[in-house]
C-alpha cells in the first residue's frame, strides 16, 4: 500500500497563480492507494474546496467525504483520497489543542483485504503546540481498536531531535526528504509516522515539474507492506 502526502497550499503555485487544474494534474500522476492533502479549503467561512470535484472525483481518486457540512473538501483544510475499490470503515474527526484552529482526521479502511488506518495531519506552526496536538492524537487512537496506522501529514517540524516527545512508542517516524521549499528544499516538514505492524519498503520526495510548482511544498510518497503476527510468521 502507497500514501501520498502534500500540503497544495489552496492551488496557490509558487508563480502566485492559483491554477487548479495544474495541481490536479500532478496528483493524478501520483502511483498512491490514498493520498493526503493539506490547505485543500480555502480558511475563510464557509471553507469552500479549492480544488473542483467532478462527479466525486479528483483525478483518477475518489474523494471520501469529511465534510460534516458538505462544503468544502476536507476537515480544517485536511482532504484524503482513495483508489476506487478500498473501502471507508469508518471516519473520525477532531479538533486540536492549539492557538489557531487545527484538526485531525482518522480514516478506517479496508484495502485488498488489509485493515487499515490514516490519519491526515498539519499541525501547528508553535513546537510547544505541536507537542500537544502529538499527544492528542495518540490518545484518541489509543480509544480506538487496534489497526495498522499511517499518520501523513506536514508535521511543521524541521527537527529530528526535538518536538517529538510526546509521539508514543509504538509509532515509528519517517521523512522522505526534505519537501520545503519547493523550489529548493532543505527542510523535512512532510513526514508519515506508522506503526510497528507496518513494514516501510520505499519513499521518496516527488520531483515532477507540476509538483514542483504547484505548490511551496513537494508532495512525498511511502510504501508499506503489513508485517505477519509473529504466531503466523512462525507457522
Known sequence: MTVASW????????????RPARTIDAIAGFDADIVVLQEADFRRHPRPTALPILQGRIGPFEVIDLTPTGVGLGWHGIAMLKRPGIRVDAIHRHDLPALEPRGVVVVDLTLRGAALRVVGVHLGLLRGNRRRQIAFIAARLAELEHRPTIIAGDYNEWRDGRGWETLPDWLQLHSPGPSFPAGRPFLHLDR???SRDLELTGS????GPDAIIASDHRPVWARFRVLAPSWEADA
Open 7 to 18: 500540503n497544495i497550499r489552496a492551488g496557490l503555485g509558487r508563480d502566485f497563480r492559483r
Open 192 to 194: 508519515l509516522a506508522y
Open 204 to 207: 521518496a520526495v516527488m520531483s
